[in-house]
């Protein structure tokens, strides 16, 4: 039996936002022959003794290489760890489409191609860091069930979220690790209802979860939002500072 939708596939704001400013750090690689932004922390923290911190990190439809995810990444990287970023997209995210495309189309044939190839991405990232080391998963938006989808394997050591879509609440059901999400108030794709049918499955279960929510932002804060608004900025800043401290804490 299909399992019940508990984040609507995509909504205006998933193709809104605001390109942020700044000078991205990382570079273009290819990991499963499939290209990958990579972000590394700096030299003194990545000799550091112990394991590697990895984070898997899955982009919305603007895909890693758009500049606000390659800030992003580049965030998590300067807090310790080495961030892979999947293009799933394979070079032709959302805002490359040329005007008047079928969006549904584009969403529906990438999602197709990206539960292709993300798994033998996901193993092969294993492989080149090693088993040893500690693999968290990020997905914001289209990205959310990839993490979710690792979260339910034991791949990784924590999960994270920001303003999901494309979920089900199998997802929840699955969900092996601890998991931290990071809401919009004001949010179709995860309205209310939904968010709190999945608080009720992580209880069920007694899973280990966080929820933040940030009222007077809505969907896509977390990647696209206007940081010239103050509550927008912190709420943006806030939701990157608590995935890399849940990350933290459950890779120590």
């Known amino acids: 039996m299909e399992s019940v939708t508990i ?4 909504c205006e704001d998933c193709f809104t936002g605001v390109k942020h400013s700044g000078e991205p750090v990382g570079k ?6 499939i290209p990958t ?3 590394e922390p700096s030299s003194s923290i990545a000799s550091q ?3 590697k911190k990895v984070v898997l990190f899955f982009a919305d439809v603007y895909g890693p290489f758009y500049l606000n995810n390659q800030l992003l990444q580049d965030y998590f990287a300067s807090q310790g760890f ?3 970023g999947i293009d799933y997209f394979l070079g032709d995210p959302i805002f490359k489409q040329p005007e008047g495309y079928d969006r549904d189309a584009w969403i529906g044939a990438s999602r197709a191609k990206a539960l292709e190839i993300t798994p033998k991405w996901i193993e092969e990232v294993r492989k080149q860091y090693g088993a040893e080391s500690k693999y968290c998963a990020v997905g914001y938006c289209f990205g959310a069930p990839f993490a979710m989808d690792v979260g339910g394997t034991d791949d990784i050591v924590a999960g994270a979220f920001a303003h999901p879509g494309l979920l089900t609440e199998k ?6 690790h601890p998991l931290l999400m990071s809401c919009a108030e ?3 794709t995860f309205s209310t209802e939904f968010r709190r049918r999945a608080e009720d499955i992580l209880v069920e279960k007694k899973a280990q979860y966080q929820i933040q929510i940030f009222s007077g932002v809505k969907h896509g804060f977390a990647v696209r939002g206007e940081l010239e608004n103050p ?3 912190y709420a943006k800043e806030e939701s990157a500072r608590s995935i890399a401290g849940w990350f933290t804490r459950f890779s120590a």
């Open 82 to 84: 080495f961030v892979v």
């Open 49 to 51: 003794s112990g394991p």
């Open 171 to 176: 997802h929840f059901q699955d969900l092996k």
């Open 7 to 10: 984040a609507h596939s995509h």
């Open 231 to 233: 509550d927008v900025r």
């Open 28 to 33: 273009s690689i290819t990991i499963a022959d």
């Open 186 to 188: 004001s949010d179709f």
């Open 37 to 39: 932004y990579l972000s």
